[in-house]
């Protein structure tokens, strides 16, 4: 069995149809990309798969070794959809904190390692509001796979990072690949997509077509 299968699947959003008959299937232990023009539809494509809407017909279909009992996301998936909400008087391991504490899985040298793996300082005292972007960008990765998930959707996860970062994190990804994860991800720029993914699909009329 896939580990994610989407079959017939159908979504319109805000009056524009995105998909029409949609399937496709994702296997575990690759690394998935995900392209298109801004407003194809990728980040609703994310959240039918992580239970956050519904589509309008059609079913996606999770492995139930990633299934809750009585809930609609999966476990174990790490997520960077939109921007994620912090707490700004507070520093980034002060937030990475209040959310490992929903689950209660890892504790707080967990965190700090992840920290440090995407080049951030867990001591530091600066505050999240004065965070640049792409360190607020970092503390999303890091929430993202700190608890090891072992399936980690991310919607461009690259943004504002800079050269020697966008390198740090493509070697992170690859050696989580490297342990049998399961990545999907969009980017719009190609060396991220070339450098990582498998098999990589647009969408284009409201399906995904198959580009590598």
């Keep these: 069995m896939s ?51 519904e589509p309008d017909n059609g079913e996606i279909i999770i492995d139930s070794n990633y299934r809750f009992k009585n809930s609609k996301f999966p476990n174990d998936f790490g997520i960077i959809i939109d921007k994620p909400g912090y707490i700004g008087n507070k520093t980034g391991l002060e937030n990475l904190k209040l959310l490992a504490q929903i689950q209660n899985k890892i504790t707080d040298q967990d965190i700090k390692s992840s920290m440090e793996k995407v080049g951030l300082q867990p001591n530091a005292t600066q505050k999240m509001k004065n965070y640049s972007l792409g360190m607020k960008q970092k503390i999303a990765i890091c929430q993202a796979f700190m608890e090891n998930q072992e399936v980690l959707i991310l919607d461009e996860p690259f943004n504002a990072l800079d050269i020697d970062s966008v390198q740090t994190v493509r070697k992170l990804l690859l050696d989580f ?16 997509i070339e450098a990582l993914c498998d098999e990589v699909f647009r969408i284009r009329n409201y399906k995904l077509e198959d580009v590598k």
């Design 3 to 53: 580990l994610i299968e989407l079959k017939n699947v159908n979504k319109s959003y805000k009056g524009l149809t995105l998909f029409e008959e949609l399937n496709m299937k994702f296997e575990k232990g690759k690394i998935y990309g995900i392209i298109g023009h801004n407003g194809s539809g990728k980040s609703v494509l994310f959240k039918m798969i992580c239970g956050f809407i």
């Design 177 to 192: 690949k490297k342990e049998g994860k399961t990545i999907i991800l969009t980017s719009h720029n190609n060396e991220d």
